[in-house]
Nanobody, 116 residues
């Protein structure tokens, strides 16, 4: 059974930091391109950051460049999203997704709220 489980969300003040984790099981993690998405209330889901199977390739949406860092540990089957200098507009449910050929899996999401 394939599972992607996100953790690390919570309430943080503007300017603060959070580190999200997504732990995978039931897949050969090192084959998968991993992506973090987010969805704010009333808005469409947005791609935040992607990392290639080996970790050599990363890509970010413009609004998080310089503030967020995606990384992965294939030995631990885990992908991370380090989020610094958080802004209220980063408030959303954050989801991780794994994709390989035609296989596409999603986690249940973790809430991130940036508010004073």
């Amino acid at each position: 059974q394939v599972q992607l489980v996100e953790s690390g969300g919570g309430l943080v003040q503007p300017g603060g930091s959070l580190r999200l984790s997504c732990s995978a099981s039931g897949i050969t993690f090192s084959r998968y391109i991993m992506t973090w998405y987010r969805q704010a209330p009333g808005k469409e889901r947005e791609l935040v950051a992607t990392i290639g199977a080996t970790g050599a390739y990363t890509n970010y949406t413009d609004s998080v460049k310089g503030r967020f860092t995606i990384s992965r540990d294939n030995a631990e089957s885990t992908v991370y999203l380090q989020m610094n200098s958080l802004k209220p507009e980063d408030t959303a449910v954050y989801y991780c997704s794994g994709r390989w050929i035609r296989r596409d899996y999603w986690g249940q999401g973790t809430q991130v709220t940036v508010s004073s």
